[in-house]
């Protein structure tokens, strides 16, 4: 069988940039109701799984930010797809939350059961940042693709697919 879905940050309406760029009282509501919209809509497009569109994320790196030892620089641009993101420092050699960065960052009271998340791949990762605490790119993949194994884990033991 084959299962249909759509991964990425989804736009967002021209209400809700304004919302965000003013802060407005009603931002959270405004978040939700997009959230609640994008995810019927792939609910009722009979998705074969649907996920979060991610519309309070900046960039698809942007839940790691959170960790301890990183620390987000530079705004950098990726001219293929006209897409920016910020550039993250990872300062240590250890860096995990055991498993709750990209969940803390998910709506789930408003997925079904079948529901996907989308995270970055290490080599990608690694690529576009930089890393203090590793002496070749292959350890700081490496190290990467560990912390990335404890956050698919945990989105599994969620119930995510």
Known sequence: MISSYTFGIYPRSEELIEAT???TENLNSLFQKETEEYISAQKNANLGFVSD???????????FSNLET????????IYEMNTFYRVLSFDGQTFTDDGNLVQSNLDLSLLPKNRAAAIPE??????????KGFKTKEDFTINLAKMLRVEIDSLVESGFE
């Open 21 to 23: 760029r003013k802060n």
């Open 53 to 63: 569109p991610l519309l309070k994320w900046d960039d698809i790196f942007r839940p």
């Open 70 to 77: 990183v620390t987000p620089t530079a705004l950098n641009r």
């Open 122 to 131: 290490p080599f990608t990762f690694a690529e576009r940042h930089t890393s």
